[in-house]
């Protein structure tokens, strides 16, 4: 497909390659590791290949949102406070408590979620990630049913269907598309062509407008995807006797079709987000839609269906292994003694219950996405917020402790939406001698010891 | 703590080390720096420990394990919820496992499936498993990058590009798992054997083992092809066995180096007690008898209460049959087009005529193998067998007694036909040192460092509170029981890591890499840059990702 | 498109060009007349088309008319759709082919390239739809999938 | 008239962004916004000066909105905010965001302010 005689005939006005680096942005979980920098001694010149998202993660460095120095919450206004000061109050606030929570982790490094781990182990406190309330809970339910997951290279080369159930990703993840539905792979040279796309959603989204001929658009009725799996999960065994008058607003022939590509495709991706992580009735769509996954895959004469959950933080996934492989659990980990200890409660229900009385806040703005009921339990309880940037939290924290920016200012790891790990560089050096989140969190669980 | 002093003597102990020759001679053993030295450099600040009557040997390495992986912790998933696997693998963290292995008197393992693009997360989980020491094996059975190489048998290509990607994921060897076995992902059919060509690609799986071999030991890598043999578990992989055994006779490779302390063998075959599913295995063990360039492991069953599963072989999870229907659940893992892992759990049961097979394959091969260098203990953990049943499982291969009274309420079925009954063979504690401690090392090409007691190797020492040469293994198996039970001393690196019931787990491993023996730079450079095309043309990411950045000190370089 | 619609349809070659379709195409960018194409003249049947085509190509006809594709930054969001699509971009570029991010420098040939969170057209001469290989190009993926609609392919 | 909420993310209207550049008057600006259908904007007899106010048994504010025709009947569309948190809650353990019963009228107020919603969460 490729002429070679084409190939490497650049242009020489361009600048020298050695100014450029390719780095991976932690703007979303989809980690693109192809953005290109040119750098102009030390200030970043250009940024090519990100979103708009991407984007706005290196804006972040100058813009004046950024947080600089440690700050104490002294009669309802921030003041300037020095490290040594800040740290030893921490560290106080940490050994006051007896019921501490640890939420957040998932927009800082495996390292940094190793050691508020280990600070968590330390203080037997409870931690636990944003996961529990997104990604975290496909997780739960595969526990129990079991799941069958693919990476994006398996989209790229073998997927001809894709299926983005309740997902926005043109708005959320910008880039996911034109990397596994647009992309030619080695069983689907053609890309687009061969590659067709199903959505499923409630409203007519912005991903709809990259729909084809071949591809079929499902608008259904709100709450009704367990209705419409659970049809699915009945007729994928007898085909085609579909009643005639559709099923949650779909057409009789829509649902054929559907049908007839879930049974005839040789690879087909389904993505979800948000919309399915909400319980509907008495059933769980979730639960749901992975014993549909698992009766597909036992029916169908060719070909596998599989899953993947469409996070939006940048190392979301990587708290549960990280949480796994240290604790043997995926989250809201309970401590004591030292150990984990088998737990039913979730940061939301402690929250609920006030069952706590100190909370740290890593990486995350939990004020701007909880309910109002839980921000406010949460904010009539002291607060270490550890962020680079100003947020809704902000605004409530007792202490704040800045960081630098992952991926940009400090090196880590971190695991893709599809469980793949990648490595986050460092390209410019922190403001003000701002430590790293792994940095910072060691230094306090060294201070606790 | 007190443990760590510069300089420790172990007075007076027996020592086995099967690698020099020595079986249960008094000897003082001197280590400085960690490791084992013929004379201390000055006298200060020396620690002594008095091994009279007790026994002292190298320290155990295991050769094939699942312990740090992405499938690992999916298993640890699957297991959240499920009391008998909290209650027997205490949700089987990292911190467990380092434990377990330590008070079994282990101090290197191998992790022995990592895909290239997952193993950062062996990596990241490596730095983070206390005390052991560590490698990891890239599994490579279906690695389309090289798949136009191994169509037309470019050795040279291959080993340079497999050098530079051990390098770059610090991998320390590969595997090959079911070769090209994905190539028809998209039909829910198998190919018969691995004598069959592919449907897309104009070679066999078999094409794909010998051509490893061959870039292998062209780049001289410490450890041979760790092969995978297809359908393991049932009846079919015999046949591939059979057709592997055929191919691997044919070849002659000529070794400069032949001295006992290198490897012998082209090809390691991983848990080999899985493979004559009709409990026949005289084939295997003549084969082995009669050639020296294939050694095997045997997974050994401890018939634990649960066992997780963590495969890649398509065939054995569509084999796989849970006839009660409670471990149902199987996560089912597609890695980068690297391969697909498959997790679950499952109950070995004395009652069950296949898991009886299994059982007893491990024994057959073990005592009936000739040349016990070509045999290396494994328990392919946690998928066949805890480790914490090592005192058991040494009991059935030291003697006939202990053999006996486990063989009571097995399958009836499997009773009439088993000649483990009334074989009166045992190994002595010299061949099982072998088979745990020095023929491991030596497989994984490790005798530098490990297996053995020589001045210059690293002092991984157990000490057992028990004087072998006084004991008759065949009776009295409750004492040795007993003293692997318990073993008295584990020190890793000059450091005491067990002393008594007290495991201590403030030190850190290395992690074991090689990257072979380069000819030619300049080519090896031509090779990557192509390979990396087309990583760029059907990968989600560069072949730099692949890069893992890890602290100097916790490296070690073989070769 | 629409000019297609009112022409022969019978690819009788006559005009010089292979198929209607090539015709439309050249007409649409003002390279040929619309007297060309004989059997429109000729057959009495094509009569009704032929007023229809003088209509609607009435005031622009003869003018030579430009290529160009529009991006509208405002809309753009940086997704980098175009640049996987667009046929020419993934000829010469592996990466674009599993949606990367093309080398820097760009290939001359390509297209689209995506800066600073948004889409921008480097060159237009290799468009396929100027530079073709034996074959007339309808193409307009780009401006197809672009999902903020923010893509538009027009002849000024 | 009673409609269904539905928070989504917006690459235009996200708070991310929106804290980033810091800037409360574009982010009341921007997040304290609804998306309706035009038949309900018709139906609720609103004209484009207007505001809606918000209500369920949780909480209540006041927002601008736009129409858009894609947007089903009966379903408000609202960036997730703090705005339209005061309207989500829990249930089971679980966060509800979607399809959240909400009142919506017509209201001439102006829409609530970031500070008035801070306060409201900040009651030590």
Not at chain 3, 52 to 77: A, H, M
């Amino acid at each position: 497909m490729i002429n070679k005689k084409f190939l490497i005939k650049k242009n020489t006005e361009f600048k020298k390659m050695s100014d450029q680096i390719k780095i991976t942005c932690s703007g979303c979980s989809l980690l693109c590791d192809d953005i290109i920098i040119i750098k102009h001694e030390k200030d970043i010149e250009k940024i090519l290949g990100t979103c708009l998202k991407g984007k706005e993660k290196f804006n972040q460095i100058i813009s004046k949102n950024r947080i600089l120095n440690p700050l104490i919450r002294k009669n309802n206004s921030l003041e300037k406070i020095n490290w040594d000061i800040a740290l030893d109050k921490a560290v106080q606030m940490i050994n006051n408590s007896i019921k501490p929570v640890l939420y957040g982790l998932s927009n800082i490094s495996c390292e940094a979620q190793l050691n508020a781990i280990k600070i968590a182990r330390k203080i037997n406190g409870f931690i636990d990630s944003n996961s529990t309330i997104c990604q975290g809970q496909v997780l739960n339910f595969a526990s129990k049913i079991g799941i069958t997951t693919m990476t994006l290279t398996d989209i790229i080369n073998k997927s001809d269907v894709i299926i983005l159930w309740g997902v926005n990703v043109v708005e959320s993840i910008p880039r996911l598309l034109s990397k596994i539905l647009f992309s030619r792979g080695k069983f689907r040279i053609t890309g687009r062509e061969i590659k067709s796309l199903i959505i499923v959603d409630i409203y007519k989204t912005a991903s709809f407008n990259v729909l084809g001929t071949r591809d079929l658009a499902l608008i259904i009725k709100p709450d009704n995807d367990i209705e419409l799996i659970r049809f699915l999960k009945k007729y994928c065994r007898e085909e085609y006797k579909i009643p005639a008058g559709g099923n949650s607003g779909i057409d009789k022939q829509d649902l054929e079709r559907l049908i007839s590509i879930l049974l005839n495709s040789e690879h087909i991706s389904i993505l979800t987000g948000q919309a399915l992580i909400k319980p509907q009735g008495e059933g769980h769509p979730m639960k749901e839609l992975l014993e549909l996954i698992k009766i597909l895959n036992k029916y169908k004469k060719i070909g596998r269906v599989s899953l993947m959950m469409v996070g939006g933080h940048y190392n979301m996934v990587g708290f549960e292994h990280i949480a796994l492989a240290e604790t043997g659990k995926n989250q809201s980990i309970q401590f004591r003694n030292g150990k984990s200890v088998q737990t039913e409660e979730t940061i939301i229900s402690k929250l609920q219950n006030q069952d706590f009385d100190l909370s740290i806040i890593v990486g995350t703005d939990p004020i701007s996405h909880f309910p109002a009921a839980i921000s406010k339990n949460l904010s009539s309880k002291p607060m270490i917020l550890i962020d680079n940037k100003k947020s809704g939290t902000y605004l409530i924290a007792d202490l704040i402790l800045p960081t630098a920016i992952t991926g940009i200012e400090c090196e880590g790891l971190a695991f893709r939406l599809d469980h793949v790990p990648i490595k986050l560089k460092k390209i410019i050096d922190p403001p003000n001698n701002i430590l790293s989140d792994a940095k910072l969190l060691e230094n306090i669980l060294m201070k606790l010891e | 703590m007190s443990n760590k002093s510069d300089r420790i003597i172990i007075k007076n102990g027996l020592i086995f080390d099967p690698l020099l020759k020595i079986k249960g001679e008094k000897k003082d053993i001197l280590i400085e720096k960690g490791i084992i030295v013929e004379k201390f450099s000055s006298n200060n600040n020396i620690k002594e420990i008095n091994a009279e009557n007790k026994t002292v040997i190298p320290a155990a390495i295991d050769i094939h394990t699942h312990i740090a992986s992405q499938q690992i912790n999916w298993v640890r998933l699957l297991g959240k919820e499920n009391k008998e696997f909290q209650k027997n693998w205490e949700g089987l963290t990292l911190r467990y496992i380092a434990r377990n292995y330590i008070s079994n008197g282990y101090t290197f393992i191998t992790e022995a499936n990592v895909y290239p693009s997952l193993s950062k997360q062996t990596i990241f989980n490596f730095i983070n498993l206390p005390v052991l020491d560590k490698a990891m094996l890239l599994n490579l059975g279906n690695f389309w990058p090289l798949e136009f190489e191994f169509e037309k048998g470019k050795i040279d290509e291959i080993s340079y590009f497999l050098s530079d990607l051990l390098s770059k994921c610090k991998g320390f060897g590969i595997k090959a798992y079911n070769p090209f076995e994905g190539e028809i992902w998209n039909l829910n059919t198998l190919r018969e054997n691995i004598k069959e060509k592919g449907k897309l690609y104009n070679f066999t799986a078999i094409d794909v083992y010998k051509h490893l071999i061959y870039s292998i030991e062209k780049l001289d890598l410490p450890h041979s092809i760790h092969c995978h043999i297809e359908g393991y578990e049932h009846i079919e992989a015999k046949d591939n066995l059979n057709i592997l055994l055929e191919e691997l006779a044919k070849i002659k490779i000529d070794r400069i180096d032949s001295s006992r302390f290198k490897r012998e063998q082209i090809c390691h075959l991983a848990h080999a007690n899985s493979l004559n599913m009709d409990g026949d295995n005289t084939d295997l063990i003549k084969f082995l008898n009669n050639n020296k360039n294939v050694d095997l492991d045997l997974a050994f069953i401890g018939f634990d209460e649960i066992n997780p599963i963590i495969t890649s072989d398509r065939r054995f999870i569509t084999n796989y049959k849970d006839s009660s229907g409670k471990f149902n659940k199987i996560i089912i893992n597609s890695n980068e087009s690297e391969g697909d892992s498959y997790t679950g759990f499952r109950k070995f049961s004395k009652s069950n005529y296949n898991d009886c097979i299994l059982w007893s394959n491990s024994i057959d091969l073990a005592l009936n193998i000739k040349n016990k260098w070509q045999v290396q203990f494994s328990l392919n953990f946690p998928h066949y067998s805890h480790v914490n049943k090592i005192p058991k499982i040494a009991s059935w291969l030291l003697s006939k007694e202990a053999r006996k009274i486990f063989m009571e309420d097995m399958d009836n079925k499997y009773l009439k036909i088993s000649s483990i009954f009334n074989n009166d063979n045992v190994l002595d504690f010299n061949d099982y040192i072998i088979i745990t401690r020095a023929s491991p090392a030596k497989s994984l090409g490790l005798t530098k460092y490990k297996g053995n007691l020589d001045v210059g190797t690293d002092a991984d020492i157990n000490i057992l509170d028990i004087d072998i040469t006084k004991i008759d293994s065949n009776r009295d198996f409750k004492s040795i029981e007993k003293a692997f039970e318990n073993i008295e001393y584990v020190i890793k690196n000059g450091n005491i890591v067990k002393k008594g019931d007290k495991i201590f787990l403030g030190y850190e491993g290395k992690i074991f890499w090689a990257e072979g023996k380069i000819y030619s730079q300049e080519d090896k450079l031509r090779v990557v840059s192509k390979k990396s095309e087309f990583y760029q043309k059907y990968y989600s990411y560069f072949y730099n990702m692949l890069e893992n950045n890890v602290n100097k000190d916790f490296l070690k370089k073989i070769i | 498109m629409e000019l297609f619609q009112y022409l022969p349809q019978t690819n009788c070659k006559k005009c010089g060009k292979l198929t209607c379709m090539a015709f439309s195409l050249e007409l649409l960018k003002g390279n040929v007349n619309i007297e060309e194409c004989t059997p429109l003249l000729d057959e009495s049947k094509y009569q009704n088309k032929y007023s229809k085509l003088k209509e609607l190509l009435k005031g622009e006809e003869g003018q030579k008319r430009e290529l160009k594709i529009g991006i509208d930054i405002v809309k753009c969001d940086g997704c980098g759709i175009c640049v996987t699509i667009c046929p020419v971009n993934a000829r010469y570029c592996y990466s674009i082919l599993s949606g990367k991010v093309a080398d820097y420098p760009p290939d001359k040939h390509q297209l689209f390239m995506v800066k600073e969170g948004k889409c921008e057209l480097l060159s237009i001469e290799n468009c396929r739809r100027l530079v073709t290989e034996g074959k007339e190009r309808e193409c307009r993926v780009c401006e197809t999938y672009c999902p903020r609609v923010a893509i538009k392919i027009e002849y000024i | 008239m009673e409609m269904i909420l539905n928070t989504i993310r917006l690459i235009d209207y996200d708070q991310n962004k929106e804290w980033i550049h810091n800037d409360i008057e574009s982010m009341e600006d921007n997040l304290a916004i609804g998306f309706i259908n035009p038949m309900d904007f018709k139906e609720m007899y609103l004209v484009p000066s207007l505001k809606l106010r918000i209500s369920n048994k949780y909480g209540d504010i006041i927002i601008k909105f736009k129409q858009g025709k894609d947007i089903p009947r009966g379903i408000i569309l609202m960036p997730i905010s703090m705005w339209s948190n005061q309207l989500s809650y829990v249930e089971n353990k679980n966060i509800i965001y979607k399809n959240i019963k909400v009142q919506v009228e017509g209201t001439r107020d102006s829409p609530t302010k970031l500070i008035e919603l801070i306060n409201r969460i900040k009651k030590k």
